[in-house]
């Protein structure tokens, strides 16, 4: 038991390291106590955290354990698990923490019973201490809890994001493509990307990547369709202006095309410190899951999943109800980290190849779109019109939507350098892009 209350203590530090809001939610809905814990030591540990936690207080080691000066006991069990947080298991263990102190109090209550039957106490007295234990189970339930202190929260994250806006910041994630930004809101939460195979998603994501990085932001990327090598090759083939095939060996390359590589690689070089990538094949939800919070302990500002359709479900019942539970988890990760996941999809078949390359996509043309009109904060669907690449917001919760935008690449490495807002959908504003304008 001793070490299953150490790994809630680790799981507790991990999660308030990484959002001290999502902490005391899962706290909230475990309804965990010191009681719960069968060692003294545990639970003090567990009281202390606990209040440091509801008071928004941060719990790194020195001033923790400053506020424990007894020698041993609980002092000794936080400097172990101070020093060794656990990530992303915090309501997993809470869970089993609680489920273990409610069977043991039912035992009791139980024993109890079995001893006034044993020494022939009345049947009344006996019924008695049996109800006794059904109050106890009832707690197992979990689901329902006080909402003391949420009206703060609210107001404390307002308050941090006026503060912002007052220093010129903003609370929405820029791209660093203006007309995007104008018509895009990526705030914290979920936001799908959606098209056919071939119209442009991860040349979208590559060309995001590449604006953020180059702007110093840290990228998390979770990279299960193509590997971070593709995705970088992609990337630096659009810094040194030069095709992919030339970057394969699949064509011969000049020495001046020789140079040009070397320079963006060494300047690409600079900027791998912004990139951070989980290419593990074949996924769980769970496991992207781990990796979304894992990415953002290691300081990503937002998180790229490219694809949803590589990512294994839970369960084998039917898809679209498992694709929503997986989708309102990733949303719960995105809202507590504060940090936008967005999430490449696809649409459904059914048409012809060509028709579904020109064909401008609805929101119910996703697979799975009911899960994803329920679940996201954003959706965009891109389709292709001639050489040009389009894309409109179906969905925009809290601002508006049906803003169309059209992408440009750089042809060679199919990389997205520029995007232009559309002033109408009858006469849209298509500029040309070079790699001066990236």
């Given at each position: 038991?001793?070490?299953?209350?150490?790994?809630?203590l680790r799981a507790l530090v991990g999660e308030a390291r990484l959002s001290l809001d999502s902490a005391r939610m899962l706290l909230d809905e475990a309804r965990a106590s010191a009681s719960d814990f069968t060692s003294a030591p545990h639970g003090e540990a567990f009281a202390l955290l606990e209040s440091?936690?509801?008071?928004?207080?941060?719990?790194?080691?020195?001033?923790?354990?400053?506020?424990?000066?007894?020698?041993?006991?609980?002092?000794?069990?936080?400097?172990e698990v101070l020093s060794s947080p656990e990530l992303g298991v915090l309501s997993e263990r809470l869970g089993v923490l609680?489920?273990?102190?409610?069977?043991?109090?039912?035992?009791?209550?139980l024993r109890e019973a079995a001893k006034a039957i044993q020494v022939g106490e009345s049947l009344a007295t006996v019924a008695e201490r049996t109800r006794g234990a059904l109050p106890i189970l009832d707690g197992a339930k979990g689901r329902v809890r006080e909402t003391r202190g949420d009206t703060m929260v609210i107001f404390d994250q307002a308050a941090e994001t006026w503060t912002e806006l007052a220093s010129g910041g903003a609370r929405a994630l820029r791209t660093g493509w203006r007309d995007l930004d104008e018509v895009w809101r990526l705030v914290p939460s979920l936001h799908v990307i959606g098209a056919h195979p071939g119209v442009g998603k991860s040349a979208l994501v590559a060309g995001m990547v590449r604006k953020w990085t180059a702007a110093g932001i840290r990228v998390g990327v979770e990279a299960y369709e193509d590997d971070a090598i593709d995705m970088q090759r992609r990337i630096l083939a659009c810094d040194a202006d030069i095709s992919l095939a030339h970057l394969l060996g699949f064509e011969l390359v000049t020495a001046e095309a020789h140079a040009q590589v070397e320079r963006a690689a060494s300047e690409r070089q600079q900027r791998e410190q912004f990139l951070?990538?989980?290419?593990?094949?074949?996924?769980?939800?769970?496991?992207?899951?781990?990796?979304?919070r894992e990415l953002h302990a290691r300081g990503a500002r937002v998180i790229l999943l490219d694809n949803m359709t590589c990512v294994r479900l839970?369960?084998?019942g039917e898809r679209h109800l498992e694709l929503e539970d997986a989708l309102i988890r990733l949303r719960s990760v995105a809202t507590s980290l504060r940090v936008p996941i967005i999430v490449v999809g696809h649409l459904k078949r059914g048409q012809t190849d060509g028709d579904e390359l020109t064909k401008r996509p609805k929101l119910t043309d996703f697979a799975g779109a009911a899960a994803w009109e329920r679940t996201c904060r954003s959706a965009i669907g891109m389709w292709r019109e001639g050489d040009d690449v389009v894309a409109r917001i179906l969905k925009q919760t809290n601002a508006p939507c049906g803003g169309e935008f059209t992408v440009t690449t750089h042809g060679p490495s199919a990389c997205v350098v520029g995007v232009e807002r559309r002033l109408g959908e009858t006469q849209p504003v298509v500029r040309t892009y070079t790699r001066r304008g990236a």
């Open positions: 038991m001793s070490a299953l209350e150490t790994s809630v440091r936690v509801r008071q928004r207080r941060e719990l790194d080691a020195a001033s923790v354990l400053a506020n424990v000066t007894t020698p041993g006991g609980a002092r000794g069990v936080l400097a609680r489920d273990a102190a409610i069977r043991r109090r039912a035992i009791e209550a951070l990538v989980d290419d593990a094949p074949g996924p769980t939800i769970a496991d992207a899951i781990a990796s979304a839970d369960g084998d």
